[in-house]
């Protein structure tokens, strides 16, 4: 019945929806694009052979009848009718066209972001059915009841089949579906997941290994290092400096050496006991600080860096107060200056 | 929190004072609905829909929840901080000195 109303949508010229990149599970852009007609789908791919014409290896052709399978379907099919063409334009003696055309059908063949998606939603669908059920609980007259009176061994009994999301157990399935994406370059993603939802040692160091040694310079480490940049408790002190050095010194990306920098700022102001920061490591802190702000003024940890210059130089007691300039919850715009002339507690507050 | 400032505010009334809020909720409904429930009148600069994350807080070096400025009629930072009795003391201590004309 789904097949059938997708193969309905489509009007020749414009892309029914069931072949967009995103229906089809597809992470990045890749070096391909679809156009659609009544009787036929064309996979273009780009810088494959312009010269060879409309007929040329740059593109394979199938059937518009393809609409009507499921999307992985859809993209085995594309993917080996590359594969094809690749194979036929190496026989030609065209390496270009063939390298171009391997390229776009290992694009196709990736299943590794798609997998991961699959795997994250089934995740938040458990956790949200555990929420729910601790919610229930916590709603319930028993529970105010146990909870007013303080009466501890009630309020545990009420919870005690409540189910519990089991993160590690968790941690384990991503670490194995990554086993399955070894070619990929959004392998990381599981690694990154495992890595960023366990506090298990020893599945963080098996996430993290990979992420070091085989991609440590992979565009993924943009959203894993942003949880980095306050440091790691699962690591202990000395392997979380260790883990951001390697990452601020090897990867290409401004942001991610920000966030690296900044985490290892951070482990190192607030170590104490053996681990407190003497003078020497203190200003090397401050070196990294620095550096923060100039790699990345926008990122967050960019703003939080210089924010500990803008509390230090223009936020002390006796100081003249910063103006604020923005808009109110209703939207309206004011400023903080609009009440001098009155005394004022400025109270940075939330409820969440 | 809300009980003593909602009590600060309305013994307050008609003073030269005013409490400034930054809010650092990113949903708003839930935040129309708390101030509803609360009887939250005072005005707040809103942070964001990157809540805690937002510019204010970001630029003012804010990691925790509550944090407190009390500010002179002259604009200058006098007490940061502040909570419960010791906030009260240092509102009434700046608002003689306004009226002393100081």
Redo the contacts between chains.
């Keep these: 019945m789904e097949s059938l109303t997708r193969c309905t949508t489509g009007r020749a010229g414009t892309l029914p929806p069931a072949l967009s990149k995103r229906a089809l599970g597809v992470s990045s852009a890749g070096n391909w694009d679809l156009t659609y007609s009544t009787s036929r789908v064309v996979v273009r791919v780009a810088g494959a052979d312009p010269g060879a014409g409309p007929a040329g290896a740059h593109r394979a052709t199938l059937p518009a009848s393809l609409l009507r399978q499921e999307p992985t379907v859809i993209r085995t099919l594309l993917a080996a009718s590359l594969a094809l063409a690749a194979n036929a334009a190496a026989a030609q003696n065209r390496p270009p066209a063939a390298r171009a055309l391997e390229e776009a059908a290992a694009h196709l063949a990736d299943t590794a972001q798609a997998e991961y998606d699959a795997l994250v939603a089934e995740y938040d669908a458990e956790s949200e059915l555990v929420n729910a059920a601790n919610l229930r609980v916590r709603e319930s007259d028993e529970y105010k009841k146990a909870a007013e009176a303080r009466d501890r061994e009630a309020v545990n009994a009420l919870f005690k089949n409540v189910p519990r999301i089991d993160r590690d157990a968790w941690a384990k399935r991503f670490l194995d579906a990554a086993q399955q994406h070894g070619s990929s370059p959004d392998q990381p993603l599981f690694y990154g997941w495992a890595f960023s939802n366990t506090s298990n040692k020893e599945l963080a160091e098996a996430a993290l290994a990979p992420l070091l040694d085989k991609h440590l310079k992979s565009e993924h480490w943009v959203e894993f290092s942003k949880g980095l940049a306050y440091g790691s408790r699962t690591l202990g002190h000395e392997r979380t400096l260790e883990v951001l050095t390697t990452l601020a010194d090897g990867h290409p990306n401004d942001l991610v050496k920000a966030n690296a920098l900044f985490g290892r700022y951070n482990t190192v102001k607030r170590a104490t006991g053996e681990n407190a920061p003497n003078e020497q490591q203190l200003a090397a802190a401050e070196r990294d600080r620095k550096r923060v702000v100039e790699l990345a003024p926008d990122s ?1 940890a960019g ?2 860096a ?3 210059d ?2 230090r130089e223009r ?7 910063p103006d ?1 300039q ?4 209703q ?1 309206v715009e ?1 400023k ?2 609009d ?14 | 929190m809300y009980p003593h400032e909602r009590s600060l505010v309305k013994r307050l009334a008609g003073e030269p004072f005013a409490l400034i809020g930054v809010n650092s909720d990113k949903d708003k409904e839930k935040l129309f609905q708390r101030m509803e429930e609360e009887s939250i009148t005072w005005r707040s600069f809103w942070n964001g829909p990157d809540g805690t994350r937002g510019p204010i807080s970001a630029k003012w070096n804010v990691t925790g929840w509550p944090t407190i400025y009390v500010i002179d009629h002259k604009g200058v930072i006098r007490f940061k901080n502040v909570r419960g009795e010791e906030m009260d003391k240092a509102v009434d201590e700046l608002l003689a000195e306004a009226k002393a004309g100081k």
């Design positions: 967050y703003m939080s210089a924010a500990i803008f509390e936020l002390q007691i006796g100081m003249p107060v604020i923005s808009e109110d919850t939207g004011f903080l200056s009440y001098r002339g009155k005394v004022v507690v400025l109270d940075f507050w939330g409820d969440w």
